[in-house]
Structure formats: C-alpha cells, structure tokens
C-alpha cells in the first residue's frame, strides 16, 4: 500500500521564500512522502489576483502552505479551502522545508530551527547590525 503524499507550496523569490505570496512570480509545490521529497513543481504565478492563487493551489491539492507573508483575508480565503497557513517566515526554501518536515518551523521564524545559536547570540547579532 502506498504511503499517504503531503504537497507543500512555497512561494519563491530566487532561492528564498517570497516576502509576499500575493506578489510571487513563482511558486514550488513539494510532494513529500514518510518525510522525505519524492517530488517538485514550479509553477509561474500569471495572475496576482488571489483567487487564481488559491485555486491553483486547491487544484495540486496543496495542505501547507509555507510563506513570506500575506494579507489576513487572502490566509483567511485559503484556510477555508482547507490549506494550512504558516506565514511570516524568512529565509532559504530548502532550510524552511527541512525544517518544516523536522517539525521545527512556526509562524515567524526567521532561521530554520536546529542551528546551534541561543536567542540571546541572535538578539546581539540583530543588535550589532
């Protein structure tokens, strides 16, 4: 019996996730299976309206979709289609999907959980900047 595939959407911006979903050109969409990819589609985003977003991502039968950022109506419209929304997230699209399939991404995460740096090095390396 085959194992159950997850699809995950990511917007991007080069090799980093997109700051804003409602502005991406293009989008990667992950199958994952056992917690590991078997599988990538890139998708060109033509359209900025938020219905054609959402029903491409409804139509690769997206779960998750991983984020920059986007207005609380547009999440509101896509969790209603039954995607989960983690949003306010930076940083490379391969550490935020690994860290993802780890179970350590939340809302807001600047770095991909599991880099050996406590919140207090990260509060002075902000500071120093």
């Given amino acids: 019996m085959d194992s159950p595939t ?4 990511i ?7 997109a700051p804003c979903f409602g502005f991406s050109a293009t989008v990667s969409i992950f199958n994952v299976s056992e917690g ?3 599988g990538q589609s890139d998708f060109v985003l033509q359209s900025q309206r938020e219905l054609d977003r959402v029903r491409l991502l409804r139509d690769q039968e997206v779960d998750t979709l991983i984020c920059g950022g986007l207005q609380d109506r547009f999440q509101d419209i896509i969790q209603a289609n039954g995607i989960r929304v ?3 997230v930076a940083g490379n699209v391969e ?3 690994e ?8 809302e807001r995460s600047r770095l991909p959980a599991g880099l ?3 919140d207090s090095e990260l509060s002075e390396q902000e500071s120093d900047s």
Avoid: M, Q
């Fill in 6 to 9: 997850h699809k995950i959407a």
């Fill in 11 to 17: 917007p991007r911006f080069g090799e980093n996730v």
């Fill in 36 to 38: 590991a990819v078997i």
């Fill in 86 to 88: 983690i949003s306010w």
């Fill in 116 to 118: 050996d740096r406590s």
């Fill in 99 to 106: 860290a993802f399939l780890c179970g350590h991404l939340h």
């Fill in 95 to 97: 550490d935020l999907l």
